[in-house]
Nanobody
C-alpha cells in the first residue's frame, strides 16, 4: 500500500501562486507515474497533470497548460504542483495519485488538499 500525503493548499487571490506537495513517507515511489487531479463542488474529479516515473515526460490538462508545472524529486519521495496565475475556476480539492497508468487508472490516492482562489 502506498500512502500519499498532500500539503500546500490554501486561500489565494486570483493571479497568485501556490505550490502543492505530495509525499509518500516511508515508501519509495520512484517506480510509479504520479499525477494530480481535482474536484470542484458539484463536479466530477478531473485530471490536472501527470509525470512519468523518471520525470522525463509530463502531461497537462488544456485548462492548466502554461500555468501549472508538475515535477518530482524521487530522492525525497515527493511530487510537486506549482500553480501560477491562479483563477477562481481553479478552486477545488486537489488530489495526488500514483500508478502505472496514473492518467486513466490511478492505483493510489491521497486525501486531498483544498485550494480556494478568490476573485
Amino acid at each position: 500500500q502506498v500512502q500519499l500525503v498532500e500539503s500546500g493548499g490554501g486561500l489565494v487571490q486570483a493571479g497568485g501562486s501556490l505550490r502543492l506537495s505530495c509525499a509518500a513517507p516511508g515508501r519509495t515511489f520512484s517506480s510509479y507515474a504520479m499525477g494530480w487531479f481535482r474536484q470542484a463542488p458539484g463536479k466530477e474529479r478531473e485530471f490536472v497533470a501527470a509525470i512519468s516515473w523518471f520525470g522525463g515526460s509530463t502531461y497537462y490538462a488544456d485548462s492548466v497548460k502554461g500555468r501549472f508545472t508538475i515535477s518530482r524529486d524521487n530522492a525525497k519521495n515527493t511530487v510537486y504542483l506549482q500553480m501560477n496565475s491562479l483563477k477562481p475556476e481553479d478552486t477545488a480539492v486537489y488530489y495526488c495519485a500514483a500508478g502505472a497508468q496514473v492518467v486513466t487508472s490511478p492505483n493510489y490516492w491521497g486525501q486531498g488538499t483544498q485550494v480556494t482562489v478568490s476573485s
